[in-house]
């Protein structure tokens, strides 16, 4: 089975960096993956990528050896083993708050006996190798998003699950359950004391850890304190970061 560069990457102790997309497109998806970002993610729970999409934006990455990751819309098993199915690497589950979900999402996940995913890995085969059933297990990562104060409160009990990955975290809506600012780049002392107890729960767990951000200098802070994954800036981002071009121009 081909090996998942993340994993690797993570054994030398470096940080992954992440490119997040929300805009659906295969041509869009080829670009970005042949820029040299060690995985990107696929956002169908707040982006516009359709299962149609998906499926050709995963077929345009695999063009390179960059890392296929989608987030599904919520916890729907059935989601998860399609976005399994059609090649990604790793899926991302938005909003656990207790053990039991996280459990139900890992499960969706894995074959048996360690979950409960069902056979019938189409393109999943076809990216990454006709033993994929039997690997499967060990290489594709099951990321749940700690993104609420429910999540942090019960936080041990989310990373102890057996088959987690990562503990990722949503600082927009954790600012926003935490009662403080929905904003990406967290300085809130509230907000970023919560952040640090994700971080060092997933160490103490020996899982790993990762982090949205929206600028670089944001991005490298959260690598050099020891986020494994961090998300760098978007498609949507590069979009609006037009703005100021256009601004330059007019000026």
């Known amino acids: 089975m081909r090996p998942n560069k993340l994993r690797e990457i993570w054994k030398t102790g470096r940080p992954a960096s992440n490119f997040w997309m929300c805009l659906p497109g295969g041509l869009s998806a080829e670009i970005a993956a042949h820029q040299g970002w060690d ?3 696929l956002d169908q729970q707040h982006g516009q990528i359709g299962y149609e999409s998906m499926c050709a934006m995963l077929t345009a990455i695999s063009t390179t ?3 296929p990751l989608v987030r599904v819309p919520w916890n729907e098993p059935g989601d998860v083993m399609r976005a ?3 090649g990604a690497y ?3 589950c938005p909003s656990v708050e207790t053990a039991e979900e ?3 999402f890992v499960g969706a996940c894995r074959y048996a006996p360690l979950g409960y995913r069902s056979v019938g890995p189409r393109r999943a085969m076809l990216y990454a190798g006709s033993d994929y059933v039997a690997h499967a297990n060990d290489t594709l990562l099951s990321i749940i998003q700690i ?3 429910k999540g942090v409160e019960n936080l041990e009990e989310i990373a102890s699950v057996e088959g987690l990955d990562m503990l990722y975290i949503g600082p927009s809506d954790l600012g926003l359950s935490l009662g403080r600012a929905v904003q990406a780049d967290q300085t809130d002392p ?3 004391e919560a952040i640090d107890k994700v971080l060092a729960q997933a160490k103490r767990s020996g899982i790993r850890a990762g ?3 929206k600028s670089v200098d944001y991005a490298r802070a959260m690598a050099a304190k020891g986020f494994d994954l961090v998300t760098v800036t978007s498609d949507e981002g590069l979009l609006l970061a037009g703005g100021d071009w256009r601004a330059r121009f007019s000026a």
């Open 39 to 41: 995985s990107i993610l």
């Open 65 to 67: 050896d960059t890392v």
């Open 84 to 86: 399994l199915d059609a």
């Open 90 to 92: 790793g899926v991302m």
């Open 102 to 104: 996280c459990r139900r």
């Open 147 to 149: 993104e609420t104060k």
């Open 190 to 192: 509230v907000v970023v």
């Open 211 to 213: 982090i949205f951000c």
